[in-house]
């Protein structure tokens, strides 16, 4: 009876240095995943100039672009050297505008060519002033959020 249960023992600590194993296998092949990803992004982005879009099932993928990879590219390491390094961590590109700011935006550009088009009709121009320095405001005010 006692063999059984020293066996049984046995078996479940393999079981579990098995599992720790194919954790810390499984985390670092997503890794690599993730960092050939982000080296196909960025040379997608440099030769085509728009963003690779990942897979619809994939509902979010993003990367900061190193402030230093134009320095790079010009002079390229070699393979090797890529291997030895470790893994570049995936991180966020700079973030897009919220909705309401890109709103505003356009809001404020619009107001602006109609300020335009009413000073060189000679019309009042008050309003239209008022109404950009209004969205201009709201708009520091968004991006101090």
């Known amino acids: 009876m006692t063999d059984v249960i020293s066996d049984y023992q046995r078996w479940k600590q393999q079981g579990e240095d ?4 194919a954790k810390q296998a499984m985390e670092s092949r997503f890794r690599d995943l993730l960092a050939e990803a982000v080296r196909i992004a960025e040379e997608y982005r440099a030769d085509f100039g728009t963003p ?18 134009k320095a790079k590219k010009a ?35 619009t107001a602006k060519k109609k300020l335009e088009d ?23 005010l968004a991006g101090q959020a």
């Open 52 to 69: 690779l879009k990942p897979a619809s099932p994939v509902t979010a993928f993003r990367y900061k672009t190193a402030a230093k990879s």
């Open 75 to 109: 002079g390229k390491p070699k393979a090797g050297a890529k291997e030895e390094k470790p893994a570049p961590r995936v991180e966020q590109p700079p973030a897009k505008p919220s909705p309401k700011v890109a709103g505003l935006q356009k809001r404020l550009a």
């Open 18 to 21: 098995l599992r720790v194993q």
């Open 118 to 140: 009413a000073k060189a009709a000679g019309t009042p121009t008050r309003v239209l002033e008022d109404k950009i320095y209004e969205l201009e405001d709201e708009l520091r």
